[in-house]
T-cell receptor, first 115, second 111 residues
Framework: KAGVTQTPRYLIKTRGQQVTLSCSPI?????VSWYQQTPGQGLQFLFE???????NKGNFPGRFSGRQFSNSRSEMNVSTLELGDSALYLC??????????????FGEGSRLTVL | GQSLEQPSEVTAVEGAIVQINCTYQ??????LSWYQQHDGGAPTFLSYNGLDGLEETGRFSSFLSRSDSYGYLLLQELQMKDSASYFCAVRDEWGNTPLVFGKGTRLSVIA
């Protein structure tokens, strides 16, 4: 079965612009989580959605937002981009919110560069 | 909140054994997970420890001591393809809290 699909894979924006990233989870998975990955900082949690409801939110400014649709696809948006937002944004899905083993299935990520 | 500590880099020789440690501080605890990420790739799940002890999956084993808030990932018979970053991750509470990751350990396997 198809894995987690993220689009676009690469994008370049300039400061002040906004960006929308998309994530299609594995079929049947209702939980979607987003993480920001930067060198040396590991994966920092952004949000988690389950059945269109935001279950958890990480410690990021309000410029970062997300949503989940009825088909479990999710989008995240970053407004008023800053240089420090340059990162790999990873989406992960699981079959239930907080799957028993903690297993998340990650997409390849969207690499955002802010100039 | 949670915090996890793991070494930033480890180098080991092909064919050898390497252990990557992880210590954590959490308000609750619902298991320790390990993920592998090759350069340019997606993180992939390796193992989960919900109870104390050793879990073995082929060349990889993972250990947990809840009383010590400590775990490790053990890689045996190292291969060049094991060169990757390894992340430990914890969850405070099942179903209600996100999976929080450590900053990762970059393993370099040398000939």
């Amino acid at each position: 079965k198809a894995g987690v699909t993220q689009t676009p894979r690469y994008l370049i924006k300039t400061r002040g612009q906004q960006v929308t990233l998309s994530c299609s989870p594995i079929s049947g998975h209702r939980s979607v989580s987003w993480y920001q990955q930067t060198p040396g900082q590991g994966l920092q949690f952004l949000f988690e959605y389950f059945s269109e409801t935001q279950r958890n939110k990480g410690n990021f400014p309000g410029r970062f937002s997300g949503r989940q649709f009825s088909n479990s696809r999710s989008e995240m948006n970053v407004s008023t981009l800053e240089l420090g937002d340059s990162a790999l944004y990873l989406c992960a899905s699981s079959s239930t919110s907080g799957s028993f083993t903690g297993e998340l299935f990650f997409g390849e990520g969207s690499r955002l560069t802010v100039l | 909140g949670q915090s996890l500590e793991q070494p930033s880099e480890v180098t080991a020789v092909e064919g050898a054994i390497v252990q990557i440690n992880c210590t954590y501080q959490t308000s609750g605890f619902y298991g320790l997970s390990w993920y592998q990420q090759h350069d340019g790739g997606a993180p992939t799940f390796l193992s989960y420890n919900g109870l104390d002890g050793l879990e073995e999956t082929g060349r990889f084993s993972s250990f947990l001591s809840r009383s010590d808030s400590y775990g490790y990932l053990l890689l045996q018979e190292l291969q060049m393809k094991d060169s990757a970053s390894y992340f430990c991750a914890v969850r405070d509470e099942w179903g209600n809290t996100p999976l929080v990751f450590g900053k990762g350990t970059r393993l370099s396997v040398i000939a």
